[in-house]
Antibody
C-alpha cells in the first residue's frame, strides 16, 4: 500500500493550490479517503474526508467553504483543492485511509508521508 | 464539535515503567475512539481502534480502555522505541477531532 502526496510548496494568501495523493496496491475505489494536517510543532487536525464513490464529503469547521476534497477513482488519486488559503493553513498535509473495512470512514490505518504547504506572502 | 482533552501534556518515564494516558471527550463518542503514535519526522501510526482493539502488529504492551467520554491508553513496560507523542481521535461524529497529544519522554 502506497500513499504519496504531492503539490505542496509556498502559496500566497488568497491564491489557490491543489494537493494530490497518488495511491497504489489497494482497490482505491472501495475505500474512503481523508486529508489530515499538522501545523509546525503542533498536533493533528482532521481536514476533510470523502466516501469511496465520491458522493459524500465532510469538512472540518476551519476549512469548510474554502477547501474541496475530491477523488479520481479510475486513476486512484485523491485531491485537496485549497481555495483562499490563509497563513494558519500552513502545515504538513497527510492523506490517509481506512483499509480495515470497505466503505468505513475510520480508523486511519494507512498514511502517506505528507506534503508541506506554506501560506505566505 | 466534540473536543478531546488529553492529559497529561507530557509524561516523563524510564524504560520498563508503565505509561497511563488519558483522553476525555466533551460528549459521548461511544467506543469510536482511536489512538495513534507519532515519532519525529514520521506519519502517525494507528495503535488502537474502537477504544480497545489493537491493530495488527502492535505489541501487546499497548492496551486501550474506556467508552463514552473517558478513555485510557496504557503502555506496560515501556521500551526505548515507545517514546513518542500519542494522539486520540474520535470518530463518533463529524468533524472528527484529535486531541492535542501526550508526549511520552525519557526521564
Amino acid at each position: 500500500v502506497q500513499l504519496v502526496e504531492s503539490g505542496g510548496g509556498v502559496v500566497q494568501p488568497g491564491r489557490s493550490l491543489r494537493l494530490s495523493c497518488a495511491t497504489s496496491d489497494f482497490m482505491f475505489s472501495a475505500y474512503t479517503m481523508h486529508w489530515i494536517r499538522q501545523a509546525p510543532g503542533k498536533g493533528l487536525e482532521w481536514v476533510a474526508g470523502v466516501s469511496n464513490d465520491g458522493a459524500t464529503q465532510n469538512y472540518s469547521n476551519s476549512v469548510r467553504g474554502r477547501f474541496a476534497i475530491s477523488r479520481d477513482n479510475p486513476n486512484k488519486n485523491l485531491y485537496l483543492y485549497m481555495n483562499d488559503p490563509r497563513p494558519e493553513d500552513t502545515a504538513v498535509y497527510y492523506c490517509a485511509t481506512c483499509l480495515m473495512w470497505s466503505g468505513d470512514w475510520f480508523p486511519l490505518d494507512y498514511w502517506g508521508q505528507g506534503a508541506l504547504v506554506s501560506v505566505s506572502s | 464539535e466534540i473536543l478531546l482533552t488529553q492529559s497529561p501534556g507530557t509524561l516523563s518515564l524510564s524504560p520498563g515503567e508503565t505509561a497511563t494516558l488519558s483522553c476525555r471527550a466533551s460528549q459521548s463518542v461511544s467506543n469510536n475512539l482511536a489512538w495513534y503514535q507519532q515519532k519525529p519526522g514520521q506519519a502517525p501510526r494507528l495503535l488502537i481502534y474502537a477504544a480497545s482493539r489493537r491493530t495488527n502488529g502492535i505489541p501487546h504492551r499497548f492496551s486501550g480502555s474506556g467508552s463514552g467520554t473517558d478513555f485510557t491508553l496504557t503502555i506496560n513496560r515501556l521500551e526505548p522505541e515507545d517514546f513518542a507523542v500519542f494522539y486520540c481521535q474520535q470518530y463518533g461524529g463529524s468533524p472528527y477531532t484529535f486531541g492535542l497529544g501526550t508526549k511520552v519522554q525519557i526521564k
